[in-house]
C-alpha cells in the first residue's frame, strides 16, 4: 500500500513538473516580445543608376523612429536625439515588413511596418536622461474662446477663426482628439452671461451637455503686442491651468492662425505626456507567486503584464508543485503597482515579503 501511494504522489509530482514546464515555455509571450508597432511608414525615391532598395529600407527605419519618438517624447526633449546612428536604431528593430511596393514612373513607391522593442527604446531613451510616455491617445472636448477685451465680447463659434480651423490640419503623432462644441445658441448666451469673470466660470453648463467628462478650455485675450492663451485643462477631475503669451498674431489671416494652432497643440501634448510619464530610473523589485491550480490565471497573468507599459521586465525564478514564482520589475511605487492591477481585476495579499495573488 505504501509503495503504490509513494508512486502516485511521484506521479502527481511529474504531473506539476510538467504542467510548470508547459506554462513556462508556451505560455503568453513574455515582455521581450513586447513592441511599440509604427505602420504606414511611406517612402519614395528615383529610381536611378545608383538605386539601392536597402537605402530606402533604412529611411523608412529612421522615419518610424522619429515617429515613434514624436509619440512619446516631449517636444523639448526631441532635440536631444535628432542624430542616432543607424546602427543603434536598427539594434532596437525587433521586425517589420514591407506592406506594399510598386514603381510608378520610374518613382519606387514603399509602405513598411516597423516594430521597435519597448525594453531597448526605453533604455536608450534612459541613457539620454529622457523619460518617455506612454502613448494613450485621448479625447478632450476643446472649447476655444476669443475675448475682444475693446468690444466686452467674446466670440465662440462665429468670426472665430481658430475655432473654424483647430481641426483643419491631422497630424498623425498627436495623441490627443479635440472634440469641439455644436454651434448651440444657447451655449454662446450662457458664457456671454459670464464674460466678466470668464477666467473663474468653470463651464460645467456648458461641459455637462457633452459625453466626455475631460476637457480643454482656452482664452484667446487679443493685446496690443501678444496673444494672451489662458488655458483650463480637466483631466480625471483635476484642474490645471496654464497661461502663455504668444507674439503679436493676426487671427484673422490663415497662415498666423495656423501657426498659433500648431504651437498650442504642441503645448497641450506635451502636457499630456507629461501626465502619462514613465520614471524609467525606478525600478522596483516584485516577488510574487500563483498558485498552479489554474493554468489560465497563469496566462492572464502574463498577458496583462505584457500589457502594461510600466513593466520594465518579469522572469519566472522557479516552480513547484503548488506555485508559479515570478520576480516583476515595475516602473513605479507598490501602490502605484497595486492600483492599476487591481483595474485588473487582481487583489495580492502583501503581508509576506513573496506577494500572492487572492
Do not use: C
Amino acid at each position: 500500500m505504501f509503495q503504490i501511494k509513494k508512486i502516485k504522489l511521484k506521479i502527481l509530482y511529474i504531473f506539476f513538473i510538467v504542467l510548470s514546464l508547459n506554462l513556462f515555455f508556451f505560455s503568453t509571450d513574455k515582455i521581450f516580445s513586447k513592441s511599440f508597432d509604427i505602420e504606414n511608414v511611406d517612402i519614395s525615391r528615383p529610381f536611378e543608376i545608383n538605386f539601392d532598395k536597402n537605402d530606402v529600407i533604412d529611411e523608412g527605419f529612421n522615419q518610424a523612429f522619429f515617429e515613434l519618438i514624436s509619440l512619446i517624447v516631449n517636444s523639448e526633449d526631441q532635440e536631444k536625439i535628432n542624430n542616432i546612428k543607424l546602427n543603434k536604431l536598427k539594434g532596437m528593430i525587433e521586425s517589420f515588413s514591407i506592406q506594399e511596393e510598386k514603381f510608378i514612373n520610374d518613382i519606387y513607391y514603399v509602405n513598411l511596418g516597423v516594430s521597435f522593442n519597448k525594453k531597448k527604446v526605453y533604455n536608450y531613451l534612459e541613457s539620454k536622461n529622457i523619460f518617455p510616455s506612454v502613448p494613450t491617445r485621448k479625447k478632450f472636448l476643446f472649447i476655444p474662446i476669443i475675448i475682444d477685451e475693446n468690444k466686452k465680447d467674446l466670440l465662440l463659434f462665429n468670426n472665430n477663426k481658430i475655432f473654424e480651423n483647430w481641426n483643419k490640419n491631422y497630424v498623425k503623432t498627436h495623441l490627443i482628439e479635440y472634440i469641439l462644441p455644436t454651434e448651440d445658441l444657447e451655449d454662446l448666451n450662457q458664457i456671454k452671461k459670464n464674460y466678466e469673470n470668464i477666467e473663474q466660470y468653470n463651464f460645467d453648463e456648458v461641459i455637462s451637455k457633452y459625453n466626455l467628462k475631460d476637457s480643454i478650455i482656452s482664452l484667446f485675450f487679443r493685446g496690443e503686442d501678444k496673444i494672451r492663451v489662458l488655458t483650463r485643462i480637466t483631466y480625471n477631475k483635476n484642474v490645471i491651468l496654464k497661461n502663455q503669451s504668444f507674439s503679436q498674431k493676426n487671427i484673422s489671416e490663415i497662415d498666423q492662425i495656423e501657426k498659433l494652432i500648431e504651437e498650442l497643440k504642441t503645448v497641450y501634448e506635451d502636457h499630456w505626456k507629461k501626465i502619462n510619464q514613465i520614471n524609467t530610473s525606478i525600478k522596483l523589485l516584485l516577488n510574487i507567486k500563483i498558485n498552479n491550480k489554474s493554468s489560465i490565471i497563469i496566462s492572464d497573468f502574463e498577458k496583462d503584464l505584457n500589457d502594461l507599459d510600466l513593466i520594465n521586465d518579469y522572469f519566472i525564478t522557479k516552480f513547484d508543485k503548488d506555485f508559479t514564482f515570478y520576480q516583476v520589475i515595475f516602473n513605479g511605487t507598490p501602490s502605484n503597482f497595486l492600483k492599476i492591477m487591481e483595474e485588473k481585476n487582481y487583489s495580492f495579499d502583501t503581508q509576506n515579503k513573496i506577494w500572492s495573488i487572492n
